[in-house]
């Protein structure tokens, strides 16, 4: 069963549709990676290039996939980096249509708008992935500034966290760099909480120190959950989720890489998903 993917695409390095493509591909799964921007590289760099691409020809690139039946199979969808209003508008757009046309459909929604508490996109996409996320994910992966930015808490404990997700009709979440939330540096954290479920879980994991910590952390994370839903509940996917994490930072560290060594390392975290 094919997953779509709709996020950034690099021709260096591994972040966003060039993390997903292939995480997903390594666990089976055929992939389709729409790409909302193409950059030479992630902005992490002083000096990427490339080109935002319009609303209209995203929406141009569905349908097409659509002529072809290209979607019809469709297990998962997952969303990264979205650069513009009018490009977040038009997905969800058609994220609406699949959630009529195919109800159980899981939806798998990365809310990529910041990160170490700033803002790299337009401020205005804020309210948009407030308005128009609750009613179509099944799941979203946010980092903890993006969690605080999208719930509008600035100090929050993980419980009001968890309660204000779930007052904007968010009932299933993981949210990566926990730790942030509880002035931990000793260990990295991801919390999860369950449709269902009145509690939260708390998964903790080696905390690693890089000269220049790798991009593409959480576009891996998102591609897990992506690749991984259903098997299982929401805590033990993430315990394994959080054990690939750091067997691909581990390598990466030992690598000594500006990049994350996610092929270079392919057995190690696949087989910290057993």
Not at 68 to 97: H, K, Y
Request: charged share 20%.
């Amino acid at each position: 069963m094919t997953i779509l993917t709709i996020s950034s695409q690099v021709l260096y390095g591994h972040v966003g549709n060039a993390v997903a493509d292939f995480t997903l591909k390594r666990l089976g799964h055929p992939v389709i990676a729409v790409p909302t921007v193409l950059l030479s590289n992630h902005k992490g760099y002083s000096d990427a290039v490339g080109e935002v691409f319009g609303p209209d020809l995203l929406r141009d690139f569905f349908s097409a996939l659509e002529r072809r039946g290209a979607l019809d199979d469709l297990s998962a969808v997952q969303t990264g980096f979205i650069a513009t209003v009018s490009q977040a508008q038009n997905i969800f757009d058609f994220l609406a249509e699949l959630r009529v046309s195919k109800p159980d459909l899981p939806i798998i929604i990365d809310p990529v708008i910041g990160d170490k508490g700033r803002l790299y996109v337009d401020p205005a996409l804020v309210g948009v992935f407030r308005e128009r996320v609750p009613s179509l994910a099944s799941l979203i992966t946010p980092n903890a500034f993006e969690a605080q930015t999208l719930t509008g808490l600035e100090h929050p404990t993980l419980g009001a966290l968890v309660k204000a997700f779930r007052a904007m009709g968010l009932d299933e979440g993981l949210i990566t760099s926990a730790e942030t939330l509880l002035a931990e540096t000793e260990q990295r954290a991801i919390l999860c909480f369950e449709r269902g479920a009145t509690d939260f879980h708390l998964t903790r994991h080696e905390a690693l120190t890089f000269d220049r910590e790798p991009n593409g952390v959480g576009d891996f994370v998102a591609a897990l959950s992506a690749g991984l839903y259903g098997e299982g509940d929401l805590l033990s996917r993430t315990d394994r989720i959080a054990h690939a994490l750091v067997a691909l930072l581990r390598a990466t560290q030992a690598a000594n890489a500006p990049e994350l060594a996610l092929v270079r390392a392919q057995d190690e975290w696949m087989a910290a998903l057993a």
